[in-house]
């Protein structure tokens, strides 16, 4: 069964930097999408941003774009978010899925529901 697991999160002050990570096991990464997602306290889950399977398309949340970047390594099985200035906003359980319906990163990410979960990281922004 595939695992998922996200390492990187933690405490940081606004307008840092943190850097998610994603490891994906027993599962080929090559032909699918696989998203970053958050969940505020009281707040429904909700698309942060989602990445094809080569890695030639991604789609950003309004709320993110021009501070985050997804990236992949599929040799590492591996993905990326890299969050750069962050505010307190920003703060919220982060997880990472793997699309096996293998949808477009924009209407995977606006879905969130058929999504093969981890179990998150927490990222609080705070001074």
């Known amino acids: 069964q595939v695992q998922l697991v996200e390492s990187g999160g933690g405490l940081v002050q606004p307008g840092n930097s943190l850097r998610l990570s994603c490891e994906v096991s027993?599962?080929?990464?090559?032909?699918?999408?696989i998203g970053w997602f958050r969940q505020a306290p009281g707040k429904e889950r909700e698309g942060v941003s989602c990445?094809?399977?080569?890695?030639?398309?991604?789609y950003y949340a309004d709320s993110v774009k021009g501070r985050f970047t997804i990236s992949r390594d599929n040799v590492k099985n591996t993905v990326y978010l890299l969050m750069n200035s962050l505010k307190p906003e920003d703060t919220a359980v982060y997880f990472c899925?793997?699309?096996?319906?293998?949808?477009?990163?924009?209407?995977?990410?606006?879905?969130?529901?058929?999504?093969?979960w981890g179990q998150g990281t927490q990222v609080t922004v705070s001074s």
């Open positions: 027993r599962f080929n990464l090559d032909y699918y999408p």
């Open positions: 990445i094809s399977s080569r890695g030639g398309t991604s």
């Open positions: 899925a793997l699309d096996l319906s293998r949808r477009s990163p924009r209407r995977g990410c606006a879905e969130v529901s058929d999504w093969n």
